[in-house]
């Protein structure tokens, strides 16, 4: 049975100024659908981080931290597959 909702605290400053470190996160593994600009959790390299959706393509994401000078992201590691997202942040709106 897939895990439904996800608790997650931020590490690091690649999300900032919108979310900062140590914030609490709350994020749904049912949603409808994505976005651009939708934040994520998804798994890469072994590891939950969560980043914002820059672009959608062909069942790829391109995702970004808000903070470019901190963030290792898809400018990094390349396009995520859709299939790696794990859920959808829905707390805090940011």
């Not at 600009?37 to 890469?44: C, P």
């Not at 995520?80 to 959808?88: Q, R």
Request: glycine share 4%; proline share 3%; aromatic share 8%.
């Amino acid at each position: 049975m897939r895990q439904i909702l996800y608790i997650r605290r931020i590490v690091g400053e690649s999300m900032l100024p919108a979310i900062k470190e140590h914030t609490i996160v709350i994020a749904l593994s049912r949603f409808s659908k994505l976005s651009e600009n939708d934040l994520v959790l998804f798994k890469h390299e072994g590891l939950d981080k969560i980043k914002r959706i820059n672009k959608i393509e062909d069942n790829k994401l391109f995702v970004v931290g808000d903070n470019i000078e901190s963030s290792r992201d898809s400018r990094v590691f390349g396009w995520i597959p859709l299939s790696s997202v794990m859920a959808k942040i829905i707390w805090p709106k940011a």
